[in-house]
C-alpha cells in the first residue's frame, strides 16, 4: 500500500498538563502504558493516523526540564500545546512558557500549525476552551494555524477530533 507521510509532533505544556496521556490514547491500545508517570526528559512515541505516521516527542514539562524543549523546534512539522483548564493558579505561567515558545528564532517565522488542547475539563474547576483560549491571548498568534479543543485524557475525549485538525493543517 501507499506510504504514509512521516511526520515529527512536539508535545509542550506544562508538568501535570496531560501530556503523556494525550500521547497514550493516540497510540494503539496495544502498546498504550497501564500506568502514566511523570515524564523524565522526555519520550518518544510512534502512531498512525489514516493518512499520517507521527512521532511524538512528549517532552517533559518539568521545569528543569523546559530547557528541552527548543532544542526539538527545528524538525518538528506540527505542535500540541497542552494546558490543565484547572490549573487557574498557573495559567501565566503556561502563557510565559507559551510566548517565549512563539518568539523563538526557530518558532516565529514557521507556518507550523499548533493544537491547543484545553486538557482536564471534566474537573469541575475546569475553564472553558474559550476561556482558556482569552487568557493565553490565542486570537494574537496570527501567522500560524492554530486551534484549541476541549478534552478529557483520561476518557479520550476531544482527542480524534483534535488530531483530525491537526492532520489537515501538516503540510
Ligand atoms: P509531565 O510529564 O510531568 O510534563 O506531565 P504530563 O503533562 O505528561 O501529565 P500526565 O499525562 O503525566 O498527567 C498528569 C496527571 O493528570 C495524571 O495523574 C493524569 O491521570 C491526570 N490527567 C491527565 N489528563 C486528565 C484529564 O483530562 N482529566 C483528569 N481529571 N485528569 C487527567
Ligand atoms: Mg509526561
Not at 508517570?37 to 521545569?63: A, C, H, R, Y
Amino acid at each position: 500500500g501507499l506510504r504514509k507521510k512521516e511526520v515529527n509532533v512536539l508535545c509542550l505544556g506544562l508538568d501535570n498538563s496531560g501530556k503523556t496521556t494525550i500521547i497514550n490514547q493516540l497510540k494503539p491500545s496495544n502498546t498504550a502504558a497501564q500506568e502514566i508517570v511523570p515524564t523524565i526528559g522526555f519520550n518518544i512515541e510512534k502512531f498512525k493516523s489514516s493518512s499520517l505516521s507521527f512521532t511524538v516527542f512528549d517532552m517533559s514539562g518539568q521545569s528543569r526540564y523546559r530547557s528541552l524543549w527548543e532544542h526539538y523546534y527545528k524538525e518538528s512539522n506540527a505542535i500540541i500545546f497542552v494546558i490543565d483548564s484547572s490549573d487557574k493558579l498557573r495559567m501565566v505561567v503556561a502563557k510565559e512558557e507559551l510566548d517565549t515558545f512563539l518568539s523563538h528564532e526557530d518558532i516565529c517565522n514557521k507556518k507550523i500549525p499548533v493544537l491547543f488542547f484545553a486538557n482536564k475539563t471534566d474537573l469541575r474547576d475546569a475553564l472553558s476552551s474559550v476561556k482558556v483560549s482569552q487568557m493565553l491571548c490565542l486570537e494574537n498568534i496570527k501567522d500560524k494555524p492554530w486551534h484549541i479543543c476541549a478534552s478529557n485524557a483520561i476518557k479520550g475525549e476531544g482527542l480524534q477530533e483534535g488530531l483530525d485538525w491537526l492532520q489537515d493543517h501538516i503540510k
